[in-house]
């Protein structure tokens, strides 16, 4: 069975419908790229696979023994994380809160995870840096190294490249392939289409027209020709 | 000075103002940094308007122990600005100023219908500024403020790995599984429990200096979460204890005192984070 199957969701806020019976699945170790326009409700399905909001219809089955706390998230940062006064670590560590039910602390094993997500990152030497003095592209890690600690299964990432100069955006699109080659697998919301075909298994397409399939086949279809120059 | 002081210390009311000062100091810049950080500062202030009514009513129905009404009333406005408080913003913040606004107009309406005592300004005034309440107080409500302190404290500690993660990102802690709404709520319970408390020492329009000054000033020097809690802990303390015994020897007010001494520490803090 697939990790996450949807199926006929339609998505929105209140009785605002933005995207209509929406269907689709992603396997264990896929790659799922989710585009569109601005707008056409990437972010609301992201949300609602989060299930932080709910559909307005239709359903969202996680197979697999996926639980609704071993799914990772990447959020975009907010304004209050700009001058939060943390330790890379503490932040890091919050990551296990979720698989901690009601226990009061942190025990050993969640620490040593909480490192050895650090080392994936290659942020270890970071560990007592304060969040708000690093860069962009160290607080992105400080914040994919938070998501490792709450899944070793799924990921789901909005936007985690936005505000990042060149160079780093392609540091960051390597190590989120190389966690996907590990065998996460990952769900990403991206404007940068060029960015989707070169490191995505499958496209969701949403918007006017809406597409999934394999990268190839979004390559040859209508909505993905103009795209052509890609290649 | 010193002789002063010790001179004052025999005195029981003035031991139990330095007991409850140093509770209240510890318990309101426990939760301060993480209201600061979650931009709920005046949820805090809007809660002691509504602390101010209840016990406007409270003084009206010559309650004796004006807590057991204050409390809930409190911690139900609490509840519901929070509710209405998460996700949207302005809404929430017209619902701040209405029911801190409404709460302070009605309580000051009724004082003036139904005077208890002849004078009906003096009361107002103490209750806003704390005047003198923190050297009258009873050995049962020490007792009050005790319990509630080490059960607010117990919170602190139990849920301060919790409190992090939702207070630094609550839509990851939702969707990794922790309860955010539960949590917002324990949060907002506790800084009701803590403002009727403090109405006592600094009354209720100075309770938010208690509550941002020592997390501000420790946002200025230290750089995790724990050092910022535990500075602004110890800091709240010493100022409160240094604003207590000036207010003793100087004979000013007590909880303009504190708030003055909270200001100097954070301009202080402040140069200091500058500095170094």
Not at chain 1, 81 to 101: H, N, W, Y
Not at chain 1, 165 to 190: C, F, H, K
Not at chain 2, 118 to 142: K, M, Q
Request: with cysteine; net charge neutral.
């Amino acid at each position: 069975m697939a990790l996450l199957t949807v199926k006929d969701l339609t998505l929105g806020y209140d009785s605002h419908v933005i995207v209509e019976k929406l269907n689709f699945s992603v396997n264990a170790g896929d790659y799922l790229c989710i585009v569109g326009e601005n707008g056409s409700g990437k972010t609301t399905l992201l949300r609602t696979l989060l299930h932080l909001i709910n559909p307005i219809s239709g359903e969202i089955l996680m197979g697999d023994d996926l639980k609704k706390n071993e799914i990772g998230y990447l959020p975009q940062q907010t304004v209050i994380q700009k001058d939060f006064p943390a330790s890379v670590r503490e932040i890091v560590l919050s990551g296990c809160t979720g698989r901690m039910g009601l226990r009061p602390f942190y025990n050993a094993k969640e620490k040593q995870l909480a490192a050895e997500s650090m080392e994936r990152m290659s942020i270890t030497p970071l560990a007592n840096r304060c969040y708000r003095e690093l860069s962009g592209g160290q607080q992105q890690r400080v914040l994919l190294a938070r998501a490792l600690c709450a899944t070793g299964k799924l990921l789901i990432l909005d936007e985690p490249v936005s505000g990042l100069d060149p160079y780093v955006t392609s540091e960051m699109y390597e190590l989120i392939a190389e966690l996907n080659r590990d065998g996460i697998t990952i769900i990403m919301i991206s404007h940068d289409i060029t960015a989707a075909v070169k490191y995505a298994s499958h496209i969701l397409h949403i918007g006017e027209t809406v597409f999934f399939g394999t990268k190839d086949e979004y390559l040859n279809s209508d909505t993905g020709k103009w795209k052509d120059y890609v290649r | 000075m010193l002789d002063k002081i010790v001179f004052y210390l025999q005195y029981p009311f003035v031991r139990y103002a330095l007991i409850v000062g140093v509770l209240i100091s510890l318990c309101s810049s426990l939760l301060g940094v993480t209201l600061v950080l979650k931009r709920f500062s005046f949820i805090g202030d809007g809660l002691s308007h509504v602390a101010f009514g209840a016990m406007a009513i409270a003084a009206v129905l010559k309650m004796t122990n004006n807590m057991l009404l204050v409390l809930p009333i409190t911690v139900i406005s609490a509840v519901l600005l929070l509710r209405t408080g998460t996700n949207t913003r302005i809404k929430g913040d017209a619902a701040i100023a209405m029911i801190s606004v409404g709460a302070m107009a009605f309580g000051y309406l009724i004082m003036n219908i139904f005077p208890t005592s002849a004078n009906v300004s003096g009361d107002v005034c103490s209750t806003l500024f704390g005047s003198t309440s923190i050297l009258t107080l009873s050995i049962e409500e020490v007792w009050l403020c005790i319990i509630l302190s080490v059960i607010v404290v117990v919170i602190f500690i139990v849920f301060y790995n919790k409190i992090f993660a939702v207070t630094f990102d609550e839509n990851f802690s939702m969707a990794t599984g922790t309860n955010a709404g539960a949590y917002n709520l324990l949060i907002a319970i506790t800084i009701a429990v803590i403002i009727v408390l403090a109405m006592n020492l600094v009354g209720s329009l100075l309770i938010s200096a208690l509550v941002i000054f020592p997390a501000l000033s420790a946002m200025r020097l230290f750089n995790s979460f724990k050092g910022v809690t535990v500075f602004s802990a110890v800091l709240s303390v010493i100022s409160s204890l240094l604003g207590i015994f000036i207010s003793i020897l100087a004979g000013t007010p007590v909880g303009s005192t504190i708030v003055a001494v909270d200001i100097i520490a954070f301009v202080l803090c402040y140069i200091a984070g500058l500095v170094l």
